[in-house]
C-alpha cells in the first residue's frame, strides 16, 4: 500500500490489519470458527447505520487471520427476533439431524424480541451445508426458552469424555451451563456465580476453554465480559480452574484476573476448530463511547487475533497472549533502537527491548501523542492517550496501567494501525488494547530506554 492509500484510509479511520466491514455497525464476534481451509469470523452488525440497531450476522474469512474477505451477511432477524451474539459448531456426527448428505454447521446464537415493551431472549439455531456460506433457520426454533429477558450469548462445544455438547449462556450476573446429546434439546446442569459484581454490572459473552502449561498442567479457564449497565466499566475477565462436564470450579479466587487492561477489547471469542492453539479476537471498541467515534460510513473493528496460553507466574496461573504468527509474519517486525524513528504514517509491528528495565515510549505528529511508560522493575505499565481523542469523553482520555508479575522478558510488542495501538509484553502476561483518533497520522516513534 503506497502514501496515498495509506492516508485515504487514514482520513476515512479505516483500519489496514484489523477486520471493518464495508459499511454500518459492527459489535461482538460471533461464530469463529476454523473450517474448509478458511477462518471464519461472523459478527454482529447493522448494515443500515453507524449506530447499534436490529441485529443481523455479518460474515468474512480468511485463510491467514488478517486479509479478511467481506462476504454476504449470513442471519438476518425474523418474526422470532433479532439476531444477537452466539457460536458455530461442526456437528461432524449429525448429532443434529440437521444434515443429510453432509455434517453441518450449526449456529447456535440468541434471539432477541422486543415486543409490547417487554424482551424477550431465548437460543435458536441455523445450520449451513455448504461450508457457512449459506444457512437455513431450524424450524424448531427457539430451542432454549427461559422466559427471561436478559439470557444470551450462547457458546456451545462438544465435550467427548461424556459424548455431548456443552452450552455456556449468560444470565446477567451469572453463567448458566446446560447439555444436549442433540443441539436442540438441552437440559440446565449448574449455574456459575461469583456474588461480586455490583448491582448494576453483568455478564456476557461466555467462553470455555481447556489449555495445558508449557510444564504439562491442564486448566479450564472460564472467560466472560464484564459490563455495567452505564458502561463505565467494561472488560474482558477470567477465571482459573476446573470443568467437570456439569459444572465449573474456580482455583483463583484471591485475585480479580483481567484478560486486557486497555478499554478498547470487549466480547471476545475464541475459534472452533483448530487443533494445538487456542485463538481469540475481540470487539476492539468500548460502550461507553461506541456511538460517538468518528466514523464515515461505517463504525466498528475487530482485535489482531491473538494465541491466548496458560503462563506460570509468581502469584499463579496466568493466561499470556500475543499476536498469532499469521500477524507478525504479515507485517513485518520493525526491530527498534533507542531514539526516534519517523515514518510517513507510523504502521505495523514494532519490537522493543527495554535494555535497563525502564522505558518510555511516545507515538506523536505535531500536536497529538501517544504515550507509554513501563518499568520492569517495579512491575508496572502506563498508558496515555489522552492527547489523541479528547472529545471523546473521560472514559476515552483516561489513563490506564497495569501491575504485573513477568518481568524477566523486557519486550514490548506494538500493533499500530490507522486507528489502534495494542500492546504486548512481559511475556505475553500483559496486553493492551487501545483506539485512538488524530487529526494527523502519527509520524515519529521516540524511544527512551529501549534497544535491540
Not at 34 to 58: I, K, N, S
Not at 401 to 421: A, E, K, P
Not at 427 to 436: I, L, N, R, T
Request: proline share 4%.
Amino acid at each position: 500500500m503506497n502514501k496515498k492509500e495509506m492516508m485515504n484510509n487514514f482520513e476515512k479511520h479505516r483500519p489496514i490489519y484489523h477486520f471493518s466491514s464495508k459499511k454500518g455497525w459492527i459489535n461482538d464476534p460471533n461464530g469463529l470458527i476454523y473450517h474448509g481451509g478458511y477462518f471464519h469470523l461472523f459478527y454482529q452488525h447493522y448494515p443500515e447505520g453507524v449506530v447499534h440497531g436490529p441485529m443481523h450476522w455479518g460474515h468474512a474469512r480468511s485463510k491467514q487471520l488478517i486479509d479478511w474477505e467481506e462476504l454476504p451477511i449470513a442471519l438476518y432477524p425474523d418474526e422470532k427476533g433479532t439476531i444477537f451474539s452466539g457460536c458455530i459448531v461442526y456437528d461432524q456426527e449429525n448429532t443434529s439431524g440437521l444434515g443429510k448428505e453432509t455434517a453441518p454447521l450449526v449456529a447456535v446464537f440468541t434471539q432477541n424480541q422486543e415486543k409490547n415493551g417487554l424482551t424477550r431472549q431465548y437460543q435458536s439455531l441455523a445450520y449451513s451445508t455448504d461450508g457457512g456460506m449459506t444457512f437455513e433457520k431450524y424450524a424448531g426454533n427457539p430451542v432454549l426458552d427461559l422466559g427471561l429477558s436478559d439470557f444470551r450469548d450462547p457458546k456451545v462445544f462438544w465435550y467427548p469424555e461424556e459424548k455431548r455438547w456443552i452450552m455456556l449462556a449468560a444470565v446477567l450476573d451469572s453463567i448458566f451451563i446446560f447439555s444436549s446429546k442433540n443441539l436442540r434439546e438441552w437440559k440446565k446442569e449448574s449455574i456459575y456465580y461469583t456474588g461480586d459484581l455490583e448491582k448494576n454490572e453483568i455478564w456476557e459473552c461466555p467462553d470455555l476453554c481447556l489449555f495445558k502449561t508449557r510444564e504439562g498442567i491442564q486448566k479450564w479457564v472460564l472467560i466472560v465480559s464484564q459490563n455495567t449497565l452505564d458502561y463505565k466499566k467494561t472488560g474482558v475477565r477470567y477465571f482459573v480452574g476446573k470443568f467437570d462436564g456439569k459444572k465449573f470450579y474456580e482455583e483463583n479466587s484471591e485475585e480479580v484476573l483481567w484478560l486486557d487492561f486497555g478499554r478498547d477489547n470487549y466480547a471476545a471469542a475464541t475459534f472452533a476448530g483448530i487443533e494445538g492453539r487456542i485463538v481469540q479476537v475481540g470487539w476492539m471498541n468500548c460502550w461507553a463511547y461506541a456511538q460517538k467515534l468518528p466514523e464515515q460510513g461505517f463504525r466498528g473493528s475487530m482485535t489482531i487475533p491473538r494465541e491466548l496460553y496458560l503462563l506460570q507466574t509468581p502469584m499463579g496461573l496466568r493466561l499470556g497472549q500475543m499476536p498469532v504468527e499469521e500477524v507478525k509474519e504479515y507485517l513485518n517486525v520493525y526491530r527498534l533502537s533507542e531514539g526516534t524513528l519517523e515514518m510517513d504514517i507510523l504502521l505495523g509491528a514494532f519490537l522493543i527491548d527495554i535494555h535497563n528495565g525502564k522505558g518510555k515510549i511516545c507515538l506523536s505528529n505535531k500536536k497529538e501523542r501517544f504515550m507509554i511508560d513501563i518499568d520492569f522493575d517495579k512491575q508496572y505499565i502506563v498508558v496515555d492517550r489522552s492527547k489523541c481523542g479528547e472529545n471523546l469523553g473521560k472514559e476515552f482520555t483516561e489513563t490506564k496501567n497495569r501491575n504485573f508479575h513477568i518481568s524477566r522478558q523486557r519486550q514490548i510488542l506494538l500493533i499500530i494501525d490507522i486507528t489502534s495501538v495494542e500492546i504486548f509484553t512481559a511475556g505475553g502476561e500483559v496486553a493492551g488494547s487501545f483506539q485512538y483518533f488524530s487529526k494527523y497520522p502519527f509520524q515519529t516513534i521516540k524511544v527512551q530506554g529501549g534497544t535491540l
